[in-house]
């Protein structure tokens, strides 16, 4: 099965800071553009971060885009997501998923989706 395989969350305290790692299972990434996704209570999924084939970085959520970090590694097959100062509003699923080459800001172009891992932010 083409997937990526999510780890990295858990529980922590609202000002800390957490790196999600994304692993892709049956197929190689480095033809792709990864995106992290997360999926907060009562909302729709939505992009945080990108990183294409090429190492270009586009952030989706401007308010917040100083907060994560996005990263990969081909060699190992694994992009990251480093998020700093989480507060509640962070509490929610976090996902990856590749498209083509490059960047797109709709979740629903992107494939590949694991299923994800759980962050809770709670004092």
């Known amino acids: 099965q083409l997937q990526f395989v999510e780890s990295g969350g858990g529980v922590v305290s609202p000002g800390g800071s957490l790196r999600l790692s994304c692993v892709a299972s049956?197929?190689?990434?480095?033809?792709?553009?990864i995106g992290w996704f997360r999926q907060v209570p009562g909302k729709e999924r939505e992009t945080i971060s990108c990183i294409a084939r090429d190492g270009s970085i586009t952030h989706y959520l401007d308010s917040q885009k100083g907060r994560f970090s996005i990263s990969r590694d081909n060699g190992r097959k694994t992009a990251y997501l480093y998020i700093d100062n989480l507060n509640s509003e962070d509490t929610g699923v976090y996902y990856c998923a590749a498209y083509r080459v490059i960047c797109l800001s709709a979740p629903n172009e992107y494939y590949y989706w694991g299923q994800g891992t759980q962050v809770a932010v709670s004092s």
């Open positions: 049956g197929f190689t990434p480095d033809y792709y553009a």
